[in-house]
């Protein structure tokens, strides 16, 4: 019961009652607080009761006296109520009216001492508003536990001695010594290693360029991070973690039940095959994982791999275009029956594209890896693949293409004990078959695409001006490498000459390439008759993901070095051949085929191309990915 004088709160502000009229309460409140030049000012103010707050069920003598009042001793019988109540648990738990906290605290609640209490327990770091009871009407207090306390008074002196602090801590940077709880100053360091930022002030202060390579040092000099650290993908805007919204399962609808058994050939670490082959005696069929099926254009799945481009494959790990949860329904040959979208060729004699046709297809497929499938190679199911490769490969050489063989390795890296294996990656003649399908379907789908004058993702490439004459072995495929000129995608057939091949698209990786994605859904909405994407949108669809998948690209080449040159370190003894390749500025360039490492050597302008030495690491330096080697 609201009577006058009593002191209230309002708006968490002191108030006194000075008139009751019906339903309507006049009240004198304290809408600006004192200062050393100015008295407290007074508002009057008609209010509800649901308004405001009773802080005392007495009348104060003033609203200046309820002001004014103070006592020294507050504090510390504030932590006496504290210590009285934290000795129970469950008083420690639970809220405690603030009248009956009052009296704990002064024995009795006299009025006007109330706003001072209840603005010196709110001000306390032992106990806090209960804001839940306040959102009721009710004031009450909850006393703290002794961790939020101790919190609260270390961020306290923090921000009283906030330079002192700073300073110390700058003079532990300067020393490399610094303490546990340092690691939370070294943030703006990380942003700028992560090239999250370009500035750092604690940089300028020590007297350190900031520059990402240099701030990686930074964090490996003071321990913040393990030499393992990859900084490579974030600093190339890229996330770490896959997609996570799920396809659901295909759609049901009619799909061609496709005869036989196709093969799904692929390495025996890969987990999303998402191609299949097989020659039926007339046609040639490539199966293709059909994603396009539930991932519709500009759909929330369609703009995330959009955004990520391709599937980023690391050392440590492969984040993911698509779901990790897709895989089991759209991967070909995880289930009995795989859901395809199918390209049935028919070759002329010189083994030409001279019809091809699109299907939605169920098809059965057999797993296979390429060392498995070369070894089954005249098998009656094989062989005919085998022949239409070797077919292929000679009619795209007849026609200028370009196959450049440079030394390629397999790096893992145990995710528990960061230990690095680096491994030869084995050719198998299989490999050679299975690119060749792959090249005939981009080939097949490109040619369909320009017949029905569908919109569609091309790529080309430009003629290289090769020399006259290639050297031998890897010093000649270097040479052959210089001269070619990078890739274009875009919606204009032209020829793709380092393939030899006239028109061609990439089609073959839907579940880890957004281009192939792209073309699948294109190709299904013509199969299905529904509006195609146009000229205009499929530019930009795949400029975005061309351009992520530019990204990623990088990403990955600078993680591979990373975990390169920490498989030097964790290997003290590694010593290895490599092959001279060119001459640059003084320098041989020479190429470590078991580490598939390119490196330079001062002084040897004697070696020949092809010139084989043996090298050691001598200076690794992992923020600026160099290593220096040198001859034994």
Not at 50 to 61: N, P, Y
Not at 189 to 217: D, F, W, Y
Not at 357 to 382: A, C
Request: hydrophobic share 35%; glycine share 4%; with cysteine.
């Amino acid at each position: 019961m609201f009577k006058k004088n009593f002191p209230v709160l309002y708006k968490k502000n002191p108030a006194t009652i000075t008139e009751l009229q019906d339903e309507k309460i006049t009240i004198t409140f304290q809408a600006h607080p004192s200062n050393r030049s100015k008295k407290a000012q007074l508002e009057s103010v008609k209010v509800r009761e649901k308004d405001i707050f009773l802080l005392c069920e007495k009348e104060c003598s003033s609203i200046e006296n309820l002001l004014a009042f103070t006592d020294e001793k507050i504090d510390e019988q504030i932590k006496e109520a504290w210590l009285l109540l934290s000795g129970d648990a469950e008083t420690l738990e639970n809220s405690i009216d603030f009248e009956e906290l009052a009296e704990i605290l002064r024995t009795k609640l006299v009025p006007d001492e109330s706003w001072f209490i209840y603005r010196k327990l709110s001000e306390s770091v032992y106990f806090c508003a209960d804001e839940k009871g306040f959102k009721i009407g009710k004031l009450s207090f909850i006393p703290r536990t002794q961790t939020e306390i101790d919190e609260i008074n270390r961020k306290n002196y923090e921000k009283e001695h906030q330079e002192e602090i700073r300073s110390a801590f700058i003079a532990r940077l300067k020393e490399r010594k610094l303490l546990p709880d340092d690691s939370m100053f070294m943030t703006e360091v990380e942003n700028v290693a992560l090239c999250k930022t370009e500035k750092s002030a604690i940089m300028r202060e020590i007297g350190i360029p900031q520059s990402p390579e240099n701030a990686h040092q930074l964090l490996l000099d003071t321990r913040i991070w393990d030499i393992t650290k990859n900084p490579y993908p974030t600093r190339n805007s890229l996330s770490m973690n896959s997609a996570t919204e799920g396809l659901g399962l295909p759609p049901d609808e009619e799909r061609l039940e496709v005869p036989g058994i196709s093969y799904a050939i692929d390495s025996p670490w890969s987990n999303d095959p998402d191609d299949a082959v097989a020659f039926d005696g007339k046609y040639l069929w490539i199966h293709i994982a059909d994603p396009a099926s539930s991932v519709l254009p500009e759909s929330p799945i369609d703009i995330v791999a959009r955004n990520k481009g391709t599937t980023l494959y690391l050392p440590e790990g492969a984040v993911r275009m698509l779901s990790e949860t897709c895989f089991s329904d759209y991967a070909l040959g995880l289930k009995e029956k795989s859901m395809a979208l199918s390209f049935r060729i028919v070759l002329g004699t010189d083994n030409t594209v001279e019809e091809c046709k699109i299907f939605k297809t169920s098809v059965n497929v057999k797993r296979l890896t390429y060392e498995e499938t070369t070894k089954q190679k005249e098998s009656s199911e094989l062989k005919p693949l085998f022949e239409i490769a070797r077919k292929n490969e000679e009619r795209r050489k007849k026609n200028g293409a370009t196959n450049i063989d440079m030394p390629e390795i397999h790096i893992t890296v145990d995710s528990e004990t960061k230990k690095v294996s680096i491994s030869p990656l084995v050719r198998y003649e299989a490999d050679s078959m299975v690119r060749e399908m792959m090249l005939l379907a981009g080939e097949g789908a490109a040619h369909f695409a320009m017949n029905n004058r569908i919109p569609f993702p091309y790529i080309s490439q430009e003629a290289p001006e090769l020399p006259k004459e290639i050297l031998p072995g890897l010093a000649g495929q270097f040479r052959l490498l210089k001269c070619m000129h990078k890739r274009s995608v875009g919606i204009t057939p032209a020829m793709h000459s380092g393939l030899g091949i006239a028109v061609y698209s990439q089609v073959t990786s839907p579940l880890r390439r957004y281009g192939d994605l792209v073309a699948h859904q294109q190709l299904r909405a013509f199969l299905d008759g529904r509006k195609l994407i146009d000229k205009d949108d499929m530019l930009f669809r795949i400029s975005q993901g061309d351009a992520a998948s530019i990204a990623s690209r990088k990403a990955s080449r600078q993680s591979e070095t990373h975990w390169k040159l920490i498989y030097l370190l964790q290997n003290p003894e590694w010593s290895g051949k490599a092959v001279c390749l060119d001459h640059k500025d003084g320098n041989a360039i020479l190429m470590i085929p078991s580490l598939a490492m390119q490196t330079s050597l001062k002084g040897f302008e004697n070696l020949e191309p092809n010139d084989e030495v043996t090298l050691k690491p001598e200076k690794i330096d992992i923020p600026n990915q160099t290593c220096v080697f040198t001859v034994i």
